[in-house]
């Protein structure tokens, strides 16, 4: 499954406990291993009136030991008759049936005993196609009439195919499926596989269920769609949908067809998809050694409300609209990349979850990072303009962000229970977990990596796995191809233990030689400083120096405190973690950090560089390197070209904005037109043909913060210019720049124009350009607006899929925060009942932005002592810390008041362009 992500969800700065309900332990959570399912045969009858299933299933099992009863999970669902009969129809069992909705399982009793062998359980069940975005559920779109029109569509991952019928809904309870949907005869019906039969029929009432009368002969005539049975697979990625879908054509690649659907109209915007999907599915068959193992169709569907950002699913994988729909004449370079990831992303888990698939969801990192890793790894090769693993600095810097808090976790953790589950789907388990592989295969080679990938595959084929067997595989790996490295031992090292390490560097009494020594980081106590954590990491370290023999290079494991390494004679500067593909941060002594700089263009990459920026950041965060500090450092990079490195210029300025006001705030903007004008004058406003990506992606942060932060006027105006433009034909417009011009017009909006953006939230063309105009709306910064928009994300009109985080954008508004958190108060128990649980925590997100300590202490008291947080316990302590974090920070700023004001001030006088007189509408 891909994780979301969202623009504009903070509009400030980058960035304990709760009170919580009684958890079950995995042995009360866990089905006994007694009875074991080999194949499902599954029925359904969705009614896209009453917005209502029903269904029958029919589950061949192995009992193991004798029982007398049977333990089957269900969740939200009515069940009728239930009988178990052996497998020779001599013996049959009436069930009673008891639900336990907390544990969500059904406990069958029979009167008699249930010998060892092979059995059926059949039962009948009924179910409401729900909008919470889980299960068996509804996504609605609406026609050009404004009609809206439903499509019956699944999400199971992680434990929520028991919502759509009863099964034994554990990773490692794998069978086969065989699906039967009852739908209208002008409806799509898709799953796992291709259709084996298409018949007209009646359907009868669902044996053992109340009807309220219907009969038969009232029934109308459906069309039946049987389809072929699957191999081997478990519950939570398995799907089946229907609705009025449009084909958007095919592709064969190695003898499989790639099918694309969308709702009608929209099938158009399919055909970028088409070629990152045939790429990556015949790289993986190629990289894996192995075929794609679930027959000769693979079908890609955007719906219109999804809550990640795509899903799995065996030879049916759903996606977000935004995440497979793009119009390559209007969408940005982003939004294009978005689509490559997440289409790479789910082809990568037909191998790496679908064919070996983790024992229980403790091994959730294993999919998920694996994915994230081989999606960026196949983008790479599909696009190598595109530098994707350049770019992947900027989520591995995302990891350390939420890594160096006292609340995160490990990359495995112990999982008890479905709220734990849904948690750990977060920048652990797919961006550290990626960062580690990678940090991985560029220490033993790329070759030890694809051949002990390919041994793991070979060996655990339609199987389940734990974590140590792919370190295993890897180690075997490294052994085919005579690179020594032990890599269980070494992986266990960052696998199991939660946070990351800061490698200190400096020059040694010695000469030739350099000291290296580790700690924990964390942000909170006393950072890289503390003294007290006893953990230490085994640490992949890539060293690169300058010395009388010219450039070295060293790799070499570092698991110990302190170590002293010889390079040498006259070092002349060295990097560690050279390429920045470690996931450690690094900090050098004075004269080293001196030496780096000053030779910075020739000895240090763009991702190094950027990586000693982020480091240097983390520090001021964690109130280690003074702000004042850190803005000086800056300056000596201000001959970059690279939009990551000056997105750490220009994040200390727009932090500063956000909490000083008066001269130094002015100050501030003028000193944004200061550095940025000249690179917009260089770059241009317009993307031109084969331009590097790169130059696109500082194009539009120069654009965004001038056009905010820095106030303008000729950025405004243009961006008004361009939204003239393209309401008269959206593909006049430069997509990449259109994209930020749009919240740069929310920024200097009136109400005419916050009207607009709200119309076009659901009638732009594009699920991309409906996203933009919708967020914008939360960038808005007049008062009577901000309600408007509050009113908006309270009102129930912004789809499930995105509504909290809607909200959450909001609450990082600088001039919204203070409505939106009373909003949050005010409105808690509607806010918890209308979005469903798993999205809520998205708000936690924004907490940090209530940085005062008397803001901070009302959002304590609400959230530990006012209410009962039963879903995103672990979100919500990261973002009380994160909270405390930016008190502390915003403390420390203030106690720099007058220095920074000392640096800022001058800068309007040093020819930068003038403050824009304009007010904001």
Not at 397 to 410: E, I, N, P, R
Not at 455 to 463: D, F, I, M, N, V
Not at 711 to 728: F, G, H, N, T
Not at 816 to 841: C, F, Q, R, Y
């Amino acid at each position: 499954m891909c994780r979301m992500k969202h623009c504009n969800l903070s509009h400030r700065k980058q960035g304990t406990g709760a009170s919580a309900q009684t958890l079950f332990l995995g042995s009360d959570f866990r089905l006994p291993k007694t009875v074991v399912p080999s194949h499902y045969e599954i029925e359904l009858t969705p009614d896209f009136q009453a917005l209502t299933f029903r269904g029958n299933v029919a589950i061949d099992v192995d009992v193991v030991e004798p029982v007398s009863n049977i333990l089957i999970n269900a969740h939200q669902l009515t069940l009728g008759e239930v009988t178990v009969v052996d497998a020779s129809s001599s013996t049959s069992f009436t069930g009673a049936v008891s639900l336990d909705e907390k544990l969500q399982r059904a406990d069958i009793k029979v009167s008699g005993v249930i010998g060892r062998g092979k059995w059926r359980i059949k039962m009948a069940f009924e179910g409401v196609l729900n909008d919470e975005l889980k299960g068996f559920y509804r996504s609605i779109w609406k026609d050009e009439n404004g009609k809206e029109h439903v499509i019956a569509t699944t999400q199971f991952e992680a434990c929520d195919a028991r919502r759509a019928f009863p099964c034994f809904d554990e990773p490692e309870f794998k069978a086969t499926f065989k699906v039967i949907m009852n739908i209208p005869h002008d409806y799509q019906a898709l799953s796992a596989m291709r259709e084996e039969s298409v018949s007209t029929m009646s359907v009868p009432t669902a044996h053992g269920l109340h009807t309220d009368g219907e009969s038969e002969a009232e029934t109308p005539l459906l069309k039946r769609v049987e389809f072929h049975t699957t191999p081997v697979m478990s519950t939570y990625f398995l799907a089946f949908m229907a609705g009025e879908l449009e084909c958007g054509g095919s592709v064969k690649v190695n003898g499989k067809e790639l099918r694309f659907w969308s709702t009608p109209g929209k099938s158009d915007q399919l055909n970028f998809a088409k070629g990152i999907a045939a790429f990556s599915l015949a790289k993986y068959e190629d990289y894996f050694g192995i075929p794609y193992h679930g027959g000769d169709k693979i079908d890609f569907v955007a719906v219109p409300d999804f809550a990640a950002g795509a899903m799995e699913n065996l030879g049916c994988i759903i996606y977000r609209e935004t995440d497979l729909l793009a119009n390559e004449k209007t969408a940005s370079q982003s939004e294009l990349e978005r689509v490559a990831h997440v289409v790479a992303h789910e082809l990568a888990h037909m191998w790496f979850g679908d064919y070996a698939t983790m024992r229980w969801w403790n091994g959730l990192w294993l999919n998920e990072s694996f994915a994230t890793y081989m999606e960026n790894k196949v983008v790479d090769w599909w696009k190598p303009e595109w530098h994707t693993w350049d770019a992947f600095a900027a989520e591995r810097v995302d990891a350390f962000g939420l890594d160096q808090l006292k609340s995160t976790h490990a990359i495995e953790v112990a999982v008890e229970n479905p709220l734990q589950i849904d948690e750990i789907f977060d920048l652990i388990s797919y961006q550290k977990g990626c960062s580690v592989l990678r940090m991985l295969e560029q220490y033993i080679g790329d070759e030890a990596f694809r051949r002990g990938s390919q041994r793991y595959l070979k060996t655990h084929a339609l199987g389940n796995t734990e974590t140590y067997d792919l370190w295993d595989a890897l180690e075997l790996g490294c052994h085919e191809t005579g690179v020594d490295v032990p890599v269980r031992k070494l992986m266990d090292g960052w696998v199991f233990t939660s946070g990351h390490p800061v490698v200190s560097v400096k020059q040694s009494s010695m000469a030739g030689f350099i000291e290296l020594s580790q700690k924990e980081f964390k942000v909170l106590n006393d950072g890289p400083t503390a003294a007290d954590s006893p953990l230490l990491w085994p640490i992949p370290i890539t060293l690169k120096a300058k010395t009388r023999s010219g450039v070295v290079e060293q790799k070499f494991l570092f698991g110990d405190r302190h170590t002293t390494v010889y390079i040498g004679e006259d070092v002349e500067w060295v990097v560690v973690n050279a390429n920045g593909s470690g996931f450690y941060r690094v900090l050098y002594s004075q004269p080293l950090a001196a030496a780096l700089v000053a030779n910075k263009k020739t000895v240090m990459t763009e991702v190094d560089r950027y990586n000693f920026l982020s480091d240097t950041w983390a520090c001021v965060r964690a109130r280690l390197v003074p702000m004042l500090d850190y803005l000086k450092i800056t300056e000596q990079f201000l001959d970059e070209e690279d939009a990551k490195v000056w997105g750490r210029i220009i994040a200390p300025l727009n932090y500063l904005h956000t909490v000083t006001d008066g001269p130094v705030k002015a100050a501030i903007e003028g000193r944004i037109r200061h550095l940025l004008v000249p690179i917009l004058n260089r770059v241009g406003l317009t993307t031109v043909e084969g331009e590097s990506v790169k130059v696109t992606d500082l194009r539009k942060l120069v654009i965004g913060a001038l056009g905010t932060t820095g106030k303008y006027l000729p950025v405004v105006d243009k961006a008004r210019e361009m939204y003239a433009a393209w309401k008269a034909d959206p593909t006049s417009v430069d997509g990449n720049v259109f994209g930020k011009m749009v919240y740069v017009l929310a920024e200097h909006g009136d109400k005419a124009l916050h009207s607009e953006f709200n119309a076009l939230r659901t009638s732009a063309k594009t699920a991309q350009e409906q996203s933009r105009f919708m967020y914008a709306l939360t960038s808005f910064k007049d008062t009577a607006l901000i309600k408007e928009t509050l009113d908006l994300a309270l009102s129930g009109e912004i789809r499930v899929q995105d509504a909290a985080y809607f909200f959450a954008s909001l609450l990082g508004n600088e001039e919204a925060m203070l409505d939106a958190w009373k909003a949050t108060k005010d409105n808690w128990g509607k806010i918890t009942d209308m979005w469903p649980e798993h999205s809520v925590p998205a708000i936690f997100d924004s907490l940090s932005s209530l940085d005062t300590p008397e803001l901070e202490a009302d959002v304590v008291d609400f959230f530990t002592k006012k209410n009962t947080i039963e879903f995103g316990q672990m979100q919500l302590a990261q973002g009380l810390e994160q909270l405390r974090i930016n008190v502390l920070l915003r403390k420390a700023v203030e106690a720099e008041r007058e220095k920074l004001a000392q640096y800022l001030m001058p800068v309007e006088v040093q020819g930068c362009v003038a403050p824009n007189p304009e007010k904001k509408q």
